[in-house]
């Protein structure tokens, strides 16, 4: 029998084509420096992902599922690709399936901010809501087989889409980007998970590289991630997050605790004080998913501090605050949801000055 499709194979050849030029047609991120006090002797680093083109981390993740599904033959000329999201990685999507001429449907929780929901839409995408958050993969997986789609499934194949050995991934490009500064292999990387990707890239390739730098991956409340991790648990569930992009309210697929060194979790007030603390220092939009990061890392510099430690610290600016001007930026929406900020706030803005973080207010080792 004989399958061979030299039209077909043109067509995905012309659509790596396409994503692969838009990869080289786009700089690196930039490395910015948080400004801290220089007598502690810790240098803090953001890696802003929020100038991807369609303005997220997820930008990567999306051209490696684009990538991944061509290269497997999944994709072909008129597939209409599907995604279960949050909404940036769906943007991101949206973005590469208009790039090679494709449709795309993103499924999303209702509650996904409208902001999202107009760009998905500006780039060609349609939105399909549903009222129950875990319900987005078994509509996701019935929309692509009642279109005869393909569901790209970021939630298992994260981890697995992206080359964690380099070939300038987000893990490789931190690590070139210090090696000219005074603390080359920071003794902490922090980031969230959503699908686990980003947290299983950078894992593997410092084990890879023989770094002893160390993963700490932040978890807002409301997620099953942190109790999976704790308690070894790859079937926990839980209700779910409220900040947009990371945490979810299963152990997705492609979250891998063993290349884990902490897991932080973090109230959703503090992400979003965070979020405004980290704006209000550096003078950068960031979203709450960034503020999760901002809080876990302050944590972490106090754990430093406290034991006369220098070194350094990178976290990532994951997307921009325009996003969520109706959701962590406005007041009244923070008060309709009993969000109280204004302790976490203070909280980072004495730690600014002094480097300590109440245990308290922090939570502590966990």
Known sequence: MDRCDPGGRAWISEAIRKVEADANRSADTHLHVFPLPPEWGIDLYLKDESVHPTGSLKHRL????FLYGLANGWIHAGTTIIEASSGSTAVSEAYFARLI???????MPATTSPEK???IEFYGGRCHLVDDPSSIYDESRRLAQECDGHFMDQFTYAERATDWRGNNNIAESIFEQLSLERFPEPSWIVVGAGTGGTSATIGRYARYRRFQTRVAVVDPEGSAFFGGFADDDRFRTAPGSRIEGIGRPRVEPSFLP???DRMIQVPDAASIAAMRWTSEVTGRSVGGSTGTNMWGVAGLIAEMLARGERGSVVTLICDGAERYAHTYGS???LAEKGLVVGPYLESLRAFHKTGEMPLE????PG
Do not use: H, K, N
């Not at 001429?101 to 499924?107: C, D, E, Q, W």
């Open 361 to 364: 207010a922090w939570g502590g």
């Open 62 to 65: 999306a051209r490696s599922l």
């Open 331 to 333: 007041d009244a929406w």
């Open 101 to 107: 001429g494709l449709p795309f449907i993103a499924v």
């Open 258 to 260: 063993t290349v884990i």
């Open 117 to 119: 929901i107009e760009l």
